[in-house]
């Protein structure tokens, strides 16, 4: 795989090309000798192997190419252009063979270097790229950061982190270096570089939020937890403005009985537009498990969520169901799950979630509505016949409870448990039907599967 950078300077090669051309090539010259129209017969040749190769006809190009190089040997660009198209046609041998002898003819030539690295880095000839690229980076730092990515394939690492040091003293820190910096200490597992090179970011620069907010994450992920904490009550101290420091400082207020300022850390995350919404969902499921093991601040849960009534997802919203399913508040978990539902309607556990809510708040027509859409969307799930089979049990339409439930059956599975729900269910439909005989029947087969739980 090639690197951007390389990718850019490629192109930019492509627009140089004729002028490149033109400045070895002056095709105003008159003839000053007796071989006539030689110039003229060069610029056509030369030209056609450019319009050749720009609509990809490499061995054409080739070919009008070496009509130019009897004409005159003498000139870099030709073999230039031979290795590039070489390259194309991946003959490398012929690409190496011509660039060299442009570059021997200009040695300090970028492009003529830069199309010899392309060569040896499509064949993955390491050594002979970082050989060609060391002489390229006087000419851009891009090839520096190439050189510390073919370092770090060659499990140079050292030499990488060098490069890319002084990369970051020279132009400044990118998300594009860190990430092969994170690489780099990945793959070595070397914690203590990765800490000390953000330690020593943040001497440098105190003010730089991000890096202390990673140095907080990179203590975090080491189990350090007291070195995490210290860090983030400093990035507090030097910008007590800073909203991110409260993802992690309520976690560390909550582990030391700061109750207080883990509930105000909790809201200044929760409220904060800078902070995204997946974030701010795992800050609220922290602070409801909290809740569910503390239940006497559950003031301070419904005061906080109130806080994001307009900016909850449904992963929080479903968070908060279970929290007061688990509380005994069936209202509010079925409040909460119905809102995660309108967000995410195909979730199958919320609309499953719903459906038995219903059933135990007694809402039957909602549950036979509800259930009836659910069925057009999983229409093989035999729980939904059951609930709308009960539901309809519930309300009398006895004949259309038993439809559904003979209809789930057909689709239960190896679940003994919901098998016997169903037989009952259906026992109930025929005895309410007057029909003993069958009404026997199921519930025997009901009392036989329980027997043998």
């Not at 000390?196 to 943040?202: A, F, K, V």
């Not at 203590?219 to 983030?232: C, E, I, L, N, R």
């Not at 016949?385 to 057909?410: P, T």
Request: with cysteine.
């Amino acid at each position: 795989m090639k690197f951007n950078n390389k990718i850019t300077r490629i192109l930019v090669v492509l627009v140089l090309v004729p002028s490149l051309a033109m400045a070895q090539v002056d095709f105003n010259k008159r003839p000053d000798d007796d071989l006539g129209n030689v110039e003229d017969e060069f610029q056509e040749h030369f030209f056609e192997a450019l319009k050749q190769k720009g609509i990809e006809n490499y061995d054409r190009a080739v070919e009008a190419l070496h009509k130019c190089l009897n004409l005159n040997s003498k000139k870099p660009v030709i073999y230039f252009e031979l290795g590039k198209n070489y390259n194309k046609l991946k003959n490398f041998g012929a690409a190496e063979d011509n660039l060299k002898k442009a570059i021997s003819m200009q040695p300090d030539n970028e492009w003529f270097l830069d199309e010899l690295y392309d060569v040896y880095f499509q064949q993955e000839d390491i050594d002979n790229a970082i050989k060609t690229i060391k002489q390229l980076v006087k000419y851009h730092p891009d090839y520096k950061e190439d050189l510390a990515a073919l370092y770090v394939r060659e499990k140079r690492y050292k030499q990488a982190l060098e490069l890319l040091d002084e990369l970051d003293e020279e132009l400044g820190v990118s998300e594009a270096r860190d990430a092969m910096r994170n690489d780099i200490y990945s793959i070595t597992g070397n914690v203590d570089d990765r800490i000390e090179n953000l330690e020593q970011r943040i001497a440098n620069n105190p003010n730089n939020e991000d890096n202390h907010l990673k140095l907080i994450y990179r203590y975090s992920q080491t189990g350090d937890k007291q070195k995490a904490y210290k860090a983030a009550e400093n990035l507090l101290r030097i910008k007590p403005d800073s909203k991110f420091v409260h993802l992690a400082l309520y976690k560390f207020y909550l582990q030391d009985g700061k109750l207080e300022d883990a509930i105000n850390s909790v809201k200044i995350a929760l409220t904060s537009p800078e902070i995204n919404a997946d974030a701010k969902a795992k800050v609220l499921k922290d602070f409801v498990n909290f809740v569910s093991k503390n239940p006497e601040y559950e003031g301070d849960l419904v005061d906080i969520t109130a806080l994001v009534d307009g900016n909850k997802d449904a992963q929080t919203h479903s968070d908060l169901g279970q929290y007061y399913l688990k509380s005994g508040d069936k209202v509010k978990a079925l409040a909460n799950f119905k809102e995660a539902l309108k967000q995410d309607p195909n979730d199958f556990k919320l609309i499953k979630d719903v459906l038995l809510l219903q059933l135990d708040t007694q809402d039957y027509t909602a549950v036979v509505q509800d259930s009836e859409e659910a069925l057009e969307l999983y229409p093989a799930q035999p729980i939904l016949y059951l609930v709308n089979g009960v539901a309809n049990n519930k309300q009398g339409s006895h004949k259309k409870a038993i439809d559904n439930l003979e209809m789930g059956l057909d689709f239960l599975i190896d679940n003994p448990n919901m098998e016997a729900d169903f037989y009952s269910e259906l026992s109930l439909a025929y005895k309410a039907l007057n029909n003993i005989s069958k009404s026997e029947t199921f519930a025997k087969k009901a009392q036989a599967i329980k027997a043998q739980q």
